[in-house]
Every structure is written in C-alpha cells, then in structure tokens.
C-alpha cells in the first residue's frame, strides 16, 4: 500500500473513530460529516447555562467572578460544530439515562476543572438532589444517590506511578498501580500533560525509571510517550471495553504567549473574546502529536475526546489575574466557561 493510501486510510479510520457513535445520532447540517470538534465559537446570549454564584465550592483557582474579573463576554460562546449542532446540556437528562453509572476522570487538575464544571451544570438542573461526597484526595466519589450516579476524580499528574524508594521520590515510567481502581467504571475520562515538562523544585520527583534503568532526567517528551504507551498497553490489556467507554482528553492548551495571537508580550490576563476562525485555523501544541500518535496504537477502541482545537481558540477562557492570589493563571478555565463546553460534548458521547 503506497504512503498516501496509508495516510488516507488513517484519517477515513479517524473519522470513523470520532464519528461512528457520537454522530450518528447528532442531525447532520450541511450535507457534511459530523466531526463534533471541528467548527466555531459563535456569540449566544442564551450562555452561560448555570449562574457561577449559585454553584457552591467552586475551587478558588476557577472562581472568576468571585475573584474580580468583570467582563462576561467569555461566558456568552456556543461551540458550533461545522456540519451538526451540538445539543445543549441537558441535566436531568444526564442524570436519568446514566441511571446505575459511574464516570471517573483520571487526571491533573484539568479533570478537576471538568469534574467542577460537570457538577455545576448538574446542579443548576436538580439544585435539591442530594449529593455524598466520599473520600478525599487523591480519590474523590460524589453520588447523586436519588439517581444512583456517581462522579468520580482521580487526581493523578502522570498517570504512572511515583513511589518514595531510598534514592528519593521515582517517577516510574512502565508502571501503574491504580489500574484496578479505574477498571470497574461505565466511563473513564483520562488526561495528562501539564506536569510532564515542570523542572527544579516544581517537579515531584527526583529520578525517571525506565525500564530497568534510573536516570536523574530525560527528554520529557520522549518521558511522556512512553508513560503514554503504558497505559495503552494497560487499556488493550486490562480494559473490557465492552462494558467500559475509554475517552482521553486530547492536551488542554495554556495561553501564556500573546505572539500566538499576534500580541506579543502579552498573555491571557487581559484577554476577553476568543481567537477568530475555526479550529481547522490553529496549531496544536506538539504534546497532542505525540498523543495522537500513541492513540493510534490502541487495539482496543479509546475515543480521542479532541478538545485542544476548540480550547486553543479560547485565549479568553482563563482566570489570567483573578486568582486568590493575583498569580497569573493561563492555564485553568474559569467556571462558568470553557469546561462547560467539554461536558456538552461529553453528554453527546455518553448520552443516548
Ligand atoms: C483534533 O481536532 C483538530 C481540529 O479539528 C484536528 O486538527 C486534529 O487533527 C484532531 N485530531 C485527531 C487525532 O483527529
Ligand atoms: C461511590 O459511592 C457510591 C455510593 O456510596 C458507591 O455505590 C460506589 O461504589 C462508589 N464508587 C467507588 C468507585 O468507590
Ligand atoms: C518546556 O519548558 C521549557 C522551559 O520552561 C520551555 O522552554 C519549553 O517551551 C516547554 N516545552 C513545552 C513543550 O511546553
Ligand atoms: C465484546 O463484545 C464482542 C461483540 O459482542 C464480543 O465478540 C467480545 O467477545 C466481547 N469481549 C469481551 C471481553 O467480553
Ligand atoms: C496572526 O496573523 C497572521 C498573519 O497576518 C494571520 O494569518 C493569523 O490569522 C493571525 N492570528 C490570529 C489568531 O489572529
Ligand atoms: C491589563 O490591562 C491593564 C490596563 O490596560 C494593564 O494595566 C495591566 O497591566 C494589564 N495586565 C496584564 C497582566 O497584562
């Protein structure tokens, strides 16, 4: 088979990947196939879908309004996908077909900024549904027990394990421990990236295994490949896909510099709409090929929950100076905001 048969081969497998079971139920527009990740933000005075005050212990990070921000125009965007609409989030709906289920996140604080996120929209839709809260960090399982739902969060940086051996704290490439934990679930969202690059005292390791040897660092892509790897060879061993849907959050992009935007020393603290153009418009950080790439090995199939293009586009969506303490955040997405539009595309890929 020639190279571009193969290129085209792969992407016609991609597009049935993403396709197959969320499009098919999502009306199709414009004659074109329904890629739900491809499209625009549009202007909708109908947004937000919950009041962000009304949502309690929203973590202090994603709290924007309460911490000072006060233009609300990065509230008002609908994600509109190019040939389908994606359905607005429908709580009630959520809770009554995931009747019995539970999804867990198994990230960094980006799946707690989703878990967040979910969890309000949920409350804006049945604000008397009671809701236990189960375990502390690192593992957290809130249930909404009159619909027998539960919302769990992992919070795990690197999804392979750490362990404190007599050398110091290891960060163990071809290893993980918690697999068990995760493999019961009816749907499992991954993600990890942001900690993969951290250096000095940020970094909560002092050495790399892998395979039989330690080393004091490493490049961190190739490091982030290979723990990557792990875990496709935990899904394609471990995982009954049939009972569970296995999703990994494609990389959440960070904003730090204004010259992708064309403004230069600037970063996303003063930032209040989104880029221009489509997602088919903007780059992707080099961590989303390296994910892309390891995804594609999969036997089993995992969904690439694509959000990068969508968010890349979002400049506008971060706390940048309305944080607790002033520090700038371009990283996380205030709430109301971004998130909520990952839980809308979440509803249409786990929501019949
Ligand atoms: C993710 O979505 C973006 C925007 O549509 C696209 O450029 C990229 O190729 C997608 N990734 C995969 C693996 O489909
Ligand atoms: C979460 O809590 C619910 C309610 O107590 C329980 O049924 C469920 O098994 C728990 N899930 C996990 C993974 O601990
Ligand atoms: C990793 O960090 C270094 C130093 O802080 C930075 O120059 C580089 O751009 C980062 N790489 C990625 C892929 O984020
Ligand atoms: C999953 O379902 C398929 C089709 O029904 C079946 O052939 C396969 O054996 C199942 N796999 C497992 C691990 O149960
Ligand atoms: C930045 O400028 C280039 C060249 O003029 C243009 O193609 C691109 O769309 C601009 N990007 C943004 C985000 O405005
Ligand atoms: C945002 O804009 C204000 C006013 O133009 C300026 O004083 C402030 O320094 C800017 N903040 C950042 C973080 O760029």
Known sequence: MGYEMRVYGWIAMTILVICVSPCLSLEETNGGICNLYEGSWVYDESYPLYDSSKCPNIRTELDCL???????????YRWQPSNCNLP?????????????????FVGDSISRNQRQSLMCLLRSAVPEAKVIKQGMDPFINYTYSDYGVSIIVHHTTYLVDIEVEKIGRVLKLNSIKNGN???N???????????????GADKPWDYIQIGDKIVKDMDRMEAFKTALTTWASWVDTEVDTNKTKVLFQGISPTHFNGAEWNESGTTCANETTPM???????????????????????????HLFNITALSE????????????????DCVHWCIAGVPDTWNELLQALIIN
């Open 66 to 76: 309460k911490y000072g921000r006060v233009d609300k125009q990065y509230l008002k």
């Open 88 to 104: 607005r989030f429908d709580g009630k709906r959520f809770l009554t077909n995931f009747k019995g289920k539970q999804i867990m």
């Open 181 to 183: 934990i995760w493999k």
């Open 185 to 199: 679930m009816d749907v499992l969202v991954f993600n990890t990236w942001l900690w993969w690059n951290r250096s």
């Open 276 to 302: 221009k153009g489509s997602t088919s418009s903007v780059g992707l950080p080099p961590a989303s090929y390296v994910l892309q790439d390891v995804l594609q090995k999969v036997t089993k199939p995992v």
């Open 313 to 328: 586009l979002r400049k506008d969506g971060h706390p940048g100076d309305h944080t607790i303490n002033h520090h700038i």
